[in-house]
C-alpha cells in the first residue's frame, strides 16, 4: 500500500539552527499538508500546498516556517531559526483532493535543545 | 477562526463496554472525518461522513453527523484493547483549511 514518507524520524537540534524535515508524499497526491503535534496535546494544522504554492496557511505559521517542492517528490518543512516551543512532532500528510482523505506519514520528532 | 471541540477529553472503559466520543464545531462542515492515532503512532483515516443526518457504520464502528452538519459522533460497540488510542474529528467547512478536533482518548482496562 502506498505510503507517506518521512525523514528523519527523530531530529535533534540547537536553538536558533535551521532545520529541514522531508517528506515523500503518495505519488499521486496533490495537496500536501504539514501538521504539528506537541507532546500529548491536538493535531495543528500548520500549512497546505497545492499546485506548487501554499494554499492555505495557519497563524503558527509564520516567517520562520517555509515549504518547498524542490522536485517531482519531495516534499520539505523548513524552520530558520528554531525556538524551544518548536518542539514537537511534526507529520506531513497528502491526499487526492480538497478535502477527501490525508495519508499521514509516521511523523519526525523534532527536539530543540 | 473554525474550531472543534471534542469531549470527553479522555475515557477509561472496561474491555467489553461501549465507548463514544462526541465532536462538535463552532461553523457548519462540508464533511467531516475521523482518525485514529495510536500512543506514538500518527493519525490513521477511519471514515468520512458528507451528507446532513448519515450514518456510516464499519465492524464495531458507527459514525453520525449531525443535521446540522455540526456535530458527530463516534461510537464502539464492545471495546476491546486494540482500540486504544486517541480519536480525533476532522472538518473541513467550505473551502477552509482542515481543522482537528482536540481528540479524546481512549483507554480499554482488560
Known amino acids: 500500500e502506498p505510503e507517506v514518507t518521512q525523514t528523519p524520524s527523530h531530529q535533534v537540534t540547537q536553538m536558533g539552527q535551521e532545520v529541514i524535515l522531508r517528506c515523500v508524499p503518495i505519488s499521486n497526491h496533490l495537496y500536501f499538508y504539514w501538521y504539528r503535534q506537541i507532546l500529548g496535546q491536538k493535531v495543528e494544522f500548520l500549512v497546505s500546498?497545492?499546485?506548487?504554492?501554499?494554499?492555505?496557511k495557519s497563524e503558527i505559521f509564520d516567517d520562520q516556517f517555509s515549504v518547498e517542492r524542490p522536485d517531482g517528490s519531495n516534499f520539505t518543512l523548513k524552520i530558520r531559526s528554531t525556538k524551544l516551543e518548536d518542539s514537537a512532532m511534526y507529520f506531513c500528510?497528502?491526499?487526492?483532493?480538497?478535502?477527501?482523505?490525508?495519508?499521514f506519514g509516521a511523523g519526525t520528532r523534532l527536539s530543540v535543545l | 477562526g473554525q474550531q472543534v471541540m471534542q469531549i470527553p477529553q479522555y475515557q477509561h472503559v472496561q474491555e467489553g463496554e461501549d465507548f463514544t466520543t462526541y465532536c462538535n464545531s463552532s461553523?457548519?462542515?462540508?464533511?467531516i472525518q475521523w482518525y485514529k492515532q495510536r500512543p506514538g503512532g500518527h493519525p490513521v483515516f477511519l471514515i468520512q461522513l458528507v451528507k446532513s443526518g448519515e450514518v456510516k457504520k464499519q465492524k464495531r464502528l458507527t459514525l453520525q453527523f449531525g443535521e446540522a452538519k455540526k456535530n458527530s459522533s463516534l461510537h464502539i460497540t464492545a471495546t476491546q484493547t486494540t482500540d486504544v488510542g486517541t480519536y480525533f474529528c476532522a472538518g473541513k467547512g467550505g473551502y477552509q483549511k482542515v481543522t482537528f478536533g482536540t481528540g479524546t482518548k481512549l483507554q480499554v482496562i482488560p
Open positions: 461553523t457548519t462542515l462540508s464533511n
Open positions: 500528510a497528502s491526499s487526492e483532493g480538497l478535502g477527501l482523505i490525508q495519508y
Open positions: 500546498f497545492y499546485n506548487n504554492e501554499i494554499s492555505e
